[in-house]
Structure formats: structure tokens, C-alpha cells
């Protein structure tokens, strides 16, 4: 038995799903992406900084989380975190004992650049929630319809 064989055959229905939800996501990736580049910054820069404000509040950023959040690796993470100090976004602070941890933290640029990004990214992805919701319901109730009718 394959792996694959558990899963349903997806319908012309679910293709349409897919392909609508794909659309939608690379239509808010392409326009988040301009709007980046617009201040000055780029997209891994942007993921990064919405990395750190984004964490729950009291917990600390270290460069192993932002590896986790973005799915880079932990070398690719601790580079970005330079480019952003050296851009003047962010800063190391010590967060232990023995001072050779340390975390990320947001400067007041980075803050700043942030309430600009994060006002109009909300307003573009309220605009497009409908689209998103509909693709994304049109997969789901496929899913409980299947699951509904393999229980009876």
C-alpha cells in the first residue's frame, strides 16, 4: 500500500479549489513583496522582523527560533539577523547568566517600518479574505462530505 493510496482522488472540483487558494496566495506574496521593496527592505528582512514582533509576548528571539519560523536554516537565520543589525532594525541583547545567549531585539526603525507594512498587508489581506475563505471552505467541506459518507 503506498503512502498516497489513503488519500481521496482529488475531484475537477478540488483542482479548482487548489489552484484558486495557490492564486490568491501569490497575489498577496506578489503584492506584499512590492510593498517591501518599496521601503527598502526584502522579503526575508520584512518575514524576519514580523518574525520578531509576532513572537508571543515575554518569550525571546533567538536566532534558532527566526530559523524555525522562516524555515531556513540556522546559518541563513544568523545572517539575516547581521544584515538587519547592520541596517539599523535590530539589536542584540544578552539573555542569560553568562551572557553568550543572546536575543533580537526590535529598534524603534524597525518598529516604525512595521506599523507601515502592517496596516496596509491587514487592509490587502481583509480585501482578499473572502477569496481565500471561499477556496479554502470550498477544500474543507469536500473534506467532511468524504468523511461523512466513508462513516455511513
Known sequence: MSANSRYAVPSQIDYEALSDL???LRKFTDFSVSEVIKLGLTPPQHQAL???KGLPYGKQMTAG???DRLLISLQS???LITGLIDAGYVNLVPYDK???RHAVEL????EVTLRKLGGIHLHEIREM???????LRMLQDRGRL???AWLS
Do not use: C, D, N, T
Open 22 to 24: 495557490r492564486y490568491a
Open 50 to 52: 514580523l518574525a520578531i
Open 65 to 67: 527560533i527566526l530559523a
Open 77 to 79: 537565520a544568523s545572517e
Open 98 to 100: 553568562s551572557g553568550k
Open 107 to 110: 529598534l524603534e526603525k524597525a
Open 129 to 135: 479574505a473572502p477569496e481565500l475563505m471561499h477556496a
Open 146 to 148: 468524504e468523511k461523512v
